[in-house]
């Protein structure tokens, strides 16, 4: 559409004059910004304000957003414009008059005169604040998304209950990015996203029974809910094992979580009445060792029964009932294995596969090839068997039974050189020659080696033998029962194989920088180290020359067991 | 004053504040220890998560106290000063607290938001700092209500001087100085591109960036002009035209000037709302899975 636009300027003035200019377009818009057809300042004038269309003969005027027309005294959002009709924006008038030839349509227009350049200035989006950039609106859109994605929805999918809970696997927003952290592989796998399967009630730490649903077979260190635990940290299972942390670390190793209540012991049990003060790990805050022996005791029908004890390590002093000299086995070249070796430790002890204990001593596998069980010099093949006594009596007389009466056996063999022990005079037993008759001399025989063999130079060289000088051999002699601790503390872990390699030395030498067995003479002697052993190297303190540890290093929690451990128990 | 003084002020007092504060902070963080891994959950992350939500809603008020101009506790400036201090320190207490655990999840999230919030401050200091001197040396040490005031008054000298010319050049200027552009939208503020438009001969408008059009068609005119009264004014339209076009560019550079000292309001105000959003659902989230 063509428009005339007559501006009438000076109005009412004799000055009073008239401009024409052509607008075409359709629309034809009106507005302050520059890149309207008509251009119109003031304060009232909003940039993009309204558009004139024309249809058949009709010019209607409509506004956009919230600009509106004054028609009449009256704002409208927009109107028809007959001929002769005006109407008003931001005081400007407008009129529409008769078209000139050549034009669809002419407009009047009267500009308002109060326009200044005060006025001029917001004509222009001049501000950030004038563009469509707001600071409100985007801080309630962010407030809400952030509220409702991050709090509403999840929390509606977990009020509404599990069976409403979406797959994780199928839904962005679950109460899974509520998490702090991921879980550990272990849980992840068996978990995954589920969160209330620990989480079974909102502001509520996680429960034990959360925990006790998997772990079925595992013990507490306490009975739950001891007087003892009052105000005590270690009141949950999350207490010591949390979750969601990076790197992933199930068991919390503060030493706080033992010392909190073993620095005061009195409190916690009577059943134990020497249990000691700890609170850490050197030569000041933690007690002396202590050690668990084996003790035999004889019963009236002669029978030994064995018990453990609990004593300090300091002065204990092992009854294991075997006769066996550490210093002289592994003195060089004094005593050699079978290759002609020195003996080391690992020819008797070997690492079981827990890397902390040791496969018992056997007599057949360790001892056997240098202690031979002989009797009978004329005999070197004939041994007698270990651990029968009487068994070994048995077969001393079947042999000299049948050497006597073997007609050939009549020539008195040469005594043979015996076998001394060391530091032994040598007491040549007289060669008799026996005329009694087969059975009575080979008793006589029989009697004469049992005492060889008991008293002097067989079992009494490793064993405690019990003399009742009776008459007859069988019974005579009493072997006391060996019994070797196999744990001297069994409440405590600790990992030979890792101390096998140790500041500047390994190996065989690693076991002899602990265990003083060069210098042990005697078989009672304790060849555990003491507590200032193991501070040498390590406190619970970090250092230069100090490898920490903690209490787990070293102790278990949890009681091996359902139950917990009882002397707590006890003391309810 | 304000700008310059902000990180100088009182001899950077909030400065040291923020250091002493920052200093407890690490000093809480280092005892944790070995036993477990650093973590917002142990008693130092409590500690160090309650000292930073304290701290971004302290420092979220002073928006409020910005525009509280009755109020009597403190000066604008100082209050800024510590916002910046005290902001700065919450990204170290935040990242202690955090202790360098991210995930996706709401808590990340939160800490998200709070770096945008900080880093966005960072740059408002950085305009705040550098902007306002080249905004007073452009200004000329006027205003910019006095820089409209006299593009209004050229403009009206433009237009009743074009109307003394003949219609050629009565239309071009007229149209030149109805089609000027100054500011517009966001990037045609903070770029100062110009958008000016002009038509010549009634025709399409087309682009009339700085003027220049005008001007050296009115240039051109002058030596042809035919009598002695058309020179004048013509004369008198050109030196108009080239005063506008100096006051046009001072107000286009002060418009962009203004637009950057502003824009990271845009980000910083309601990634700061976002970020309190975030910090409420954070807290009860932490507590709703103990």
Redesign the interface.
């Known amino acids: 559409m063509d428009v005339l636009l007559r501006e009438r300027l000076g109005a009412g003035s004799q000055n009073e004059e008239f401009?024409d200019?052509?607008l075409s377009g359709d629309p034809i818009t009106i507005g302050s910004a520059?890149?309207q057809m008509l251009?119109l300042l003031g304060a009232g004038v909003l940039g993009q304000h309204a558009a004139i269309r024309m249809s058949g003969n009709d010019i209607s005027v409509t506004t956009k957003g919230r600009a509106r027309l004054r028609v009449d005294g009256r704002d409208v959002k927009s109107t028809k414009l007959a001929e002769g009709a005006s109407f008003e924006i931001g005081g400007h008038h407008l009129t529409r008059i008769p078209a000139p030839a050549g034009f669809d349509a002419a407009l009047e227009l009267v500009r308002n005169p109060d326009v200044?350049?005060?006025s001029?200035?917001s004509a222009?989006?001049?501000?950030?604040?004038?563009?469509?950039?707001?600071?409100r609106a985007?801080?309630?859109?962010?407030?809400a998304?952030?509220?409702a994605i991050?709090?509403a929805i999840p929390?509606w999918l977990v009020l509404d209950g599990n069976d409403a809970t979406p797959d994780p696997e199928s839904s962005l927003i679950t109460?899974?990015?509520?998490?702090?952290?991921?879980l550990h592989a272990i849980h992840n796998q068996a978990i995954g996203n589920d969160?209330q399967a620990c989480?079974t009630e909102?502001?509520?730490?996680?429960q034990d029974e959360a925990c006790e649903a998997c772990h079925k077979n595992i013990a507490d260190h306490v009975v739950p809910g001891h007087a003892s635990l009052a105000g005590k940290p270690i009141d949950r299972c999350a207490t010591c094992h949390?979750e969601?942390?990076?790197?992933t670390?199930l068991v919390?190793?503060?030493?706080?979580l033992c010392t909190d209540c073993h620095a005061e012991p009195e409190h916690l049990t009577d059943k134990i009445p020497h249990m000691l003060p700890v609170t850490g790990f050197n030569d000041t805050q933690h007690p002396e060792f202590e050690i668990s022996l084996e003790r035999s005791t004889k019963e009236a029908d002669g029978t030994f029964t064995w018990s453990t004890t609990e004593t300090k390590l300091a002065g204990a002093v092992e009854s294991s009932n075997l006769k066996f000299p550490h210093d002289l086995h592994l003195a060089g070249k004094k005593v050699t294995t079978a290759s002609g070796d020195a003996m080391v430790c690992s020819d008797c002890h070997t690492l079981t596969g827990d890397g902390e204990h040791f496969k018992p001593v056997a007599m057949e596998e360790h001892c056997r090839d240098c202690h031979e069980l002989t009797f009978d010099a004329a005999s070197p093949g004939r041994q007698l068997p270990h651990g029968q006594p009487h068994e070994a009596v048995a077969i001393m007389e079947a042999h000299f039974i049948r050497y006597y009466s073997n007609p050939s056996s009549a020539v008195v063999p040469k005594q043979r050189e015996r076998r001394r022990r060391p530091n032994q005079a040598h007491t040549p037993r007289p060669v008799t020659d026996c005329t009694l008759g087969a059975t009575q001399c080979a008793i006589q025989r029989t009697a004469s080696e049992a005492e060889q063999q008991f008293q002097e130079r067989g079992c009494v060289t490793c064993h405690e033998v019990e003399d009742n000088g009776g008459r007859d051999v069988y019974n005579r002699f009493t072997v006391l029962p060996v019994k070797l601790s196999h744990d001297f503390m069994p409440t405590a872990k600790f990992d030979h194989h890792s101390h096998l390699t140790q500041k500047d030395v390994s190996g065989e030498d690693a076991c002899l920088t602990c265990h003083a067995a060069t210098v042990s003479e005697q078989s009672s002697d304790i060849l555990i180290p003491g507590l200032d052993n193991c501070t040498a190297c390590h406190t619970d303190e970090?250092g230069e020359q100090s490898v920490?540890l903690?209490c787990i290093a070293c102790h278990a929690y949890h009681p091996i067991g359902k139950q917990p451990l009882d002397f707590v128990e006890r003391s309810q | 004053m304000l700008y310059e003084n902000l990180l100088r002020y009182r001899s950077g007092r909030y400065f040291w504040w923020a250091l002493a504060l920052v200093a407890v902070c690490v000093g809480v963080f280092v005892t944790h220890?070995?036993?477990?891994?650093p973590?917002?959950?142990t008693w130092q992350g409590y500690t160090l998560g309650t000292i930073g939500a304290l701290l971004i809603v302290w420092l979220t008020w002073l928006g409020i106290r910005k525009r509280s101009y009755s109020s009597t506790a403190g000066t604008v400036r100082g209050w800024t000063s510590a916002h910046v201090y005290l902001g700065t320190a919450c990204l170290i207490i935040g990242s202690l607290h955090s202790a360098m655990?991210f995930?996706?999840?709401?808590?990340t999230?939160a800490y998200i938001l709070m770096c945008l919030v900080i880093f966005s401050g960072f740059f408002g200091l950085y305009v705040y700092i550098n902007h306002p001197r080249t905004l007073s040396d452009n200004r000329l040490g006027g205003s910019?209500?006095s820089l409209?005031?006299e593009?209004?008054?050229l403009n009206e000298r433009g237009l009743t001087l074009g109307?003394q010319c003949s219609s050629e050049v009565q239309?071009g200027v007229?149209s030149s100085i109805?089609?000027?552009?100054?500011?517009?939208?966001?990037w045609?503020?903070l770029s100062a591109r110009d958008?000016?438009?002009i038509s010549v001969d009634?025709g399409k408008p087309v682009p009339h960036p700085d003027q220049q059009l005008a001007i050296d068609f009115v240039a051109h005119l002058i030596p042809r002009a035919e009598k002695a009264q058309e020179v004048v004014a013509l004369e008198e339209l050109l030196s108009v035209l080239c005063r506008r076009q100096t006051i046009l560019r001072r107000?286009r550079k002060d418009?962009q000037l203004?637009?950057w000292m502003?824009?990271w309001?845009?980000v910083h105000?309601?990634?700061?709302?976002?970020l309190?959003?975030?910090l409420?659902?954070h807290i009860?989230?932490?507590?709703?899975?103990?």
């Open positions: 401009r200019r052509e520059q890149r251009q200044d350049s005060a001029f200035e222009y989006q001049a501000s950030l604040s004038d563009t469509w950039l707001s600071k985007p801080s309630w859109l962010f407030l998304l952030v509220l991050g709090l929390l109460d899974a990015i509520w998490t702090s952290g991921p969160c989480h909102l502001f509520k730490r996680v949390k969601h942390n990076e790197p670390l919390i190793t503060a030493d706080s970090h920490p903690d | 220890g070995r036993a477990e891994p973590n917002g959950g655990q995930g996706w999840n709401v808590h999230f910019r209500e409209f005031g593009l209004y008054d109307r239309q007229t109805e089609r000027t552009a100054v500011g517009g939208g966001v045609a503020q958008a000016s438009l009634g107000l418009i203004q637009g502003q824009i309001l845009y105000v309601p990634m700061t709302i976002a309190i959003g975030a409420i659902v009860i989230t932490t507590f709703f899975y103990w």
